[in-house]
């Protein structure tokens, strides 16, 4: 999502800003940084995103989620 001259500009700021976006309420956004930088993404970052997610989250898109996290190669079990 951000990048300066195709490389990534920091590895912690995804995460810093998944942080923030699920604080704010706004998961919608959150789970578009999730989706396109999960590599980068650590377990306990994700792990309360999806939490977040899965309590507050709009019901349409739980699904989605589910299948963006065993994409990346991660379960709910292990997030």
Not at 9 to 35: P, Q, R
Not at 37 to 54: D, P, Q, R, V
């Amino acid at each position: 999502m951000l990048k300066y001259r195709k490389r990534n500009v920091c590895k912690s700021l995804h995460e810093k800003m998944i942080n923030i976006l699920v604080a704010a309420g706004f998961l919608k956004d959150a789970y578009v940084v999730m989706k396109d930088n999960m590599e980068m993404i650590s377990t306990l970052s994700l792990e309360n995103f999806a939490a977040s997610f899965m309590k507050f989250g709009n019901i349409n898109l739980i699904n989605y989620v589910v299948k963006a996290l065993h994409r990346s190669g991660r379960t709910l079990d292990t997030v």
